[in-house]
């Protein structure tokens, strides 16, 4: 196996003020060496992966990384900064900066190489070697673990603790801790005959390489120094060892430090649980240690439950505005697939029907196989069916966010209350939250361990679903069901200048995050609207600007890379194919991996396509029934060949400010004068524009 790192790897003099050009002066070094072979690409994926979640860590390190198909084989990059470099971390910018590249298909040893790197950037000696190391040659030769010549090294290496994870005699890569947490767990107690207290973890993070086993180490030194036998279950990209069912039936209590979902996390149900973030294990583990065993003295447990999109309802020492977003952002997850299917299905039911068709009698009286209208009537009548769940669905998915599995039953139900005295969209948010904590307050109470497996499945679905029915249908229902036709109304009486400033501020919040928070609130603002059996015109117009501006990001990338492929790295090319056909569809991921690539070019002028969009669609008073369908339900669009004009204008504006902003960074990098030939600044055959943002 080649080396991972050599000294053509390593540039002790780093000079970089942002994140993204020290990234990039590393990974210039890959490409050198033939270990990258498209650098705008890999920046690309690189950047992608930070947007998920920063790299900083405290202590002064930086650790970009990422799988990418244009990664030839597993490649660290390592560079040391003097002025230091901004990479997110709570304490400040990082010195000691590691580019880790891994190709998407990595085997399972290198991986396990580069997971043993991360584990000992948790130990100080390293660091503090790295710091002090004087050339190139030597720094490659320390992270790679090389033996010095005349002694043996103090500092743990991490080929040696690759080697031990391999052989299975580390007891956080999973396996047995049989002798490992005996010595743990040596002199925890008082006394002989003293049970140390017992934790089992598990960490994970969404690209599987560095942050996992970071925490991991984390976790096991605190564990070490609070005399506690602590085993954790790294599930990272080399694949994971599960815990030995005895070992997790014998722990007192369970840390979750992830960031994707915990595989098999059912085998961890019935104990205290601690669920954060994978950096929080990183940085706070005594903490967390801590709090997990004041849970079990108080005798709180969790139930288990399958992996979902959104499994907790916040890491601890976030902030109530993250929190609250995530709980928003699961119900409205699982609520998105009920407004496609039956709002379509509303639409195609208009369309073959026409509007009169939801007059039509019930197809259970009423149904001719071979009559047109039974067929509409059918595919009206099954959309409003499933309209019907938005508001409990919402409601429901909400609480699971805030307090898992026990949320549901008052969730669901303090939705259909709102949806029964027509508290709508407001009434099941409201519904929701409260739900979620009514749960969590009820699962605080120190309960008596014989009664504790009745709690999730009796009790708590009991007792909450009691005190939010009470709530909605006599407390606060009815001011919500006021609150919500006063907002039918004003939307009713929308008209002129007041429209089409709506439908830009739509526009603008469409296009902010691509398919992120902002954009899904904007999507659920206006699918609400239309989710009633008679949509105002208002709220169909405010679905058409939503979706007109929706399209407008991906359209205008596909359309620049057409018209000015010479600004785009050949990925980008490709990417601008498959644009075409996502933005038509009202896909408006379709444009993150340019706005991953150059966000401070790309989304700005998508912000502005979006709003002028919405604003002309609102002008224009195109109508929308369905919720989604981009082209493919233009037949079902009022005003529609205003609508499309509206969307090109969009296209344009957008396609138009990327190419003269990007033409505008290339000049300047190649040192170009106005109007010399752009071949000449930067060849097409050399595609390294700096990003900047």
């Known amino acids: 196996m080649s080396e991972m790192i050599t000294a053509d790897l390593v540039d002790l003099d780093l000079s970089a003020d942002t994140k993204e050009v020290a990234a990039r002066a590393l990974a210039e070094r890959m490409v050198a060496q033939g270990r990258v072979t498209d650098l705008e690409g890999f920046l690309a994926d690189v950047a992608a992966r930070e947007a998920q979640m920063p790299t900083g860590l405290d202590g002064g390190i930086g650790i970009p990384h990422c799988r990418s198909e244009y990664v030839t084989e597993p490649s660290l990059a390592f560079g040391r900064s003097a002025e230091g470099v901004d990479f997110g971390a709570p304490d400040g910018p990082a010195d000691l900066i590691f580019l880790i590249a ?35 040659e030597s720094a490659a030769a320390l992270i790679r673990g090389d033996e010095p010549e005349g002694g043996t090294d103090s500092v743990a290496t991490p080929v040696a603790a690759s080697a031990g994870a391999a052989t299975g005699s580390s007891a956080a890569d999973g396996s047995t801790p049989d002798s490992s947490t005996a010595d743990k767990g040596a002199g925890a107690g008082t006394g002989a005959d003293a049970q140390p207290f017992r934790i089992v973890a598990v960490t994970s993070c969404p690209t599987g390489i560095a942050h996992t086993y970071m925490a991991a180490e984390a976790l096991e030194n605190a564990g070490r120094d609070a ?12 694949g994971f060892t599960r815990l030995d069912p005895a070992v997790i039936a014998a722990a007192d209590a369970v840390i979750f430090a992830h960031d ?23 940085n706070r583990p005594a903490e967390l240690i801590t709090e997990v065993r004041g849970k079990a003295e108080r005798g709180e447990v969790t139930g288990g439950s399958a992996p979902t999109p959104v499994e907790r309802g916040g890491e601890a020492g976030e902030g109530y505005g993250s929190m609250l977003r995530k709980w928003l952002m699961s119900g409205v997850s699982y609520m998105v697939p009920f407004v496609a299917a039956g709002g379509l299905l509303i639409a195609l039911g208009f369309a073959i029907g026409g509007y009169e068709i939801k007059s039509a009698p019930s197809v259970m009286q009423h149904f001719v196989w071979t009559q047109t209208d039974s067929w509409a009537a059918l595919m009206f009548q099954i959309g409003g069916v499933a309209f019907g769940f938005l508001v409990p669905v919402l409601a429901g998915y909400i609480a699971y966010g805030m307090a898992d599995r026990p949320g549901l039953v008052p969730g669901f139900v303090g ?19 409260i739900a979620g904590g009514v749960v969590l307050a009820i699962q605080k109470v120190k309960i008596p361990k014989a009664v504790r497996g009745i709690m999730p499945v009796v009790v708590i679905p009991l007792i909450s679903t009691a005190i939010v ?21 004003w939307l009713n009486g929308l008209s002129g200048s007041n429209a089409i400033l709506l439908g830009a501020l739509l526009g603008l919040m469409m296009c902010f995050d691509l398919g992120g928070p902002v954009n899904k609130v904007a999507y659920t603002f206006a699918t609400a609207g239309i989710a009633v059996s008679n949509p105002s015109d208002s709220a169909m117009k405010i679905m058409a600007a939503v979706m007109a501006a929706g399209m407008v990001p991906p359209l205008a990338m596909a359309l620049a890379t057409t018209v000015r492929g010479k600004l785009f790295t050949e990925t980008e090319r490709e990417n601008g194919k498959a644009a075409w056909v996502l933005g038509a569809s009202f896909i408006s991921e379709g444009a993150i ?27 224009f008073g195109a109508t929308l029934r369905a919720p989604h369908g981009g082209i493919f339900v233009v037949p079902l669009i009022g005003h529609a060949f205003f ?15 990327v190419v003269v902003l990007k033409g505008m960074r290339k000049q300047s990098v190649g040192g170009t004068a106005p109007g010399a030939p752009e071949d000449i600044a930067a060849p097409a055959s050399e595609p390294k524009q700096p990003v900047t943002a």
């Open 643 to 657: 609508y499309l004009i509206a969307i090109a204008v969009g296209m344009c504006v957008t396609a138009a400010l």
């Open 227 to 238: 005399g506690v036998e602590l085993v954790v279950e790294p599930q990272g990209s080399a």
């Open 593 to 619: 991996p340019f706005a991953a690539a150059d966000p401070l070019r790309v989304i700005p002028s998508s912000m502005v396509g979006g709003a002028i969009t919405g604003s002309l669609s609102m002008a």
């Open 415 to 433: 939705g259909m209350i709102a949806s029964t005295i027509n508290a709508g969209f407001l009434g099941g948010l409201a519904a929701g939250l």
């Open 469 to 489: 029915g009470f709530l909605m249908f006599v407390v606060i229902g009815k001011p919500i069901a006021s609150a919500q036709k006063g907002m039918t109304d």
């Open 260 to 282: 994707v979902p915990v595989r098999e996390k059912e085998r961890f149900a019935g104990k205290p649980t601690v669920d954060v973030g994978v950096k929080a294990g990183i």
């Open 102 to 136: 891994a190709p998407a298909g990595a085997d399972d040893a290198h991986l396990t190489i580069l997971s043993a790197l991360a584990r000992q950037l948790m130990n100080a000696e390293f660091t503090s070697a790295l710091r002090a190391v004087g050339d190139a």
